[in-house]
């Protein structure tokens, strides 16, 4: 069949669109997996609670730390795995979500075999008395002192809670699944983060990716409270903190800019942070 001069334009236009098209998609699949693309990665916890499985405990990681990584609450996260207060754990030891205890492997006893009978009389001696060795009495070494940080007069919310950084809410928490589980206030490198509300610090360090330098604070059975991204932590674990209280200083440590990443979890789950906080 002969086609027309229309035809063949038409055509050639179709595929010329079906390429365009083929490329634009494989720009932006290259720019969502590329590392060079300049797209930063986050994992901030995008994720419901686990529930099979288990985790091998690294050096520097809390109870509550991993409680907070996997969306449990810290007291079923003890109780499935019959840990008691003051709820210690160690490098090596195996988390388990699947909401069953481990089990205990049963091992037979080892018997030593008979001793047979000496052949010849043993020679009994006088034993002579040695002094015993000298020792030095062993000092424990001083527990360094929890660094005194400024406390800061702030307004309370009715429920207790107060804004841990003055500046502009420029991330907003959001429940349908994405990566955000709390709020991001921009400010300056090195403005002081406060607790926003009394509590005892149970995590302070840099393990769990996508939150920088971070802070974990546990305010009752109920409540924590998180602070990511800082330059420098000023707290340190088992320290007990007032609402207002310096505990680091703001950064951009595993993000792009300088903020403050701020969550608030009730019983292990995120909940938006601008309930909880009083009205600018």
Known sequence: MKLTASTQWIRSSSVRCALVALLAGSLLVGCA???????????????????????????????????????????????????????VIYPGQTIRFSGQAPRAVATRPVTAP????????????????????????????????????????????????????????????????SLNKGIDIAGELGQPVLAASDGAVVYAGSGLRGYGELVIIKHSDTYVSAYGHNRRLLVQEGQQVKAGQTIAEMGSTGTDRVKLHFEIR???????????????
Do not use: C, E
Request: zero cysteines; charged letters at 15%.
């Open 114 to 177: 008979p001793a047979s009978a000496p052949s010849t009389p043993p020679i009994v001696t006088n034993p002579v008395p040695t002094p015993p060795p000298l020792t030095r009495p062993t000092v424990a070494a001083p527990k360094p002192a929890a660094p005194n940080t400024p406390i800061k007069p702030v307004t309370r919310s009715a429920s207790g809670w107060a804004w841990p950084a003055g500046g502009t809410v420029i991330g907003r928490f959001s429940s349908n699944g």
């Open 266 to 280: 009730r019983q292990g789950k995120p909940v938006d942070p601008m309930q909880y906080l009083p009205k600018r």
């Open 33 to 87: 997996t590329s590392p060079s693309g300049g797209v930063s990665v986050v994992d901030r916890n995008n994720r419901d609670r686990v529930t099979s499985g288990h985790y091998t405990v690294q050096r520097g990681d809390t109870l509550w730390s991993i409680a907070f990584r996997f969306g449990w609450d810290w007291r079923d996260l003890a109780r499935v795995n019959n840990i008691r207060p003051p709820h």
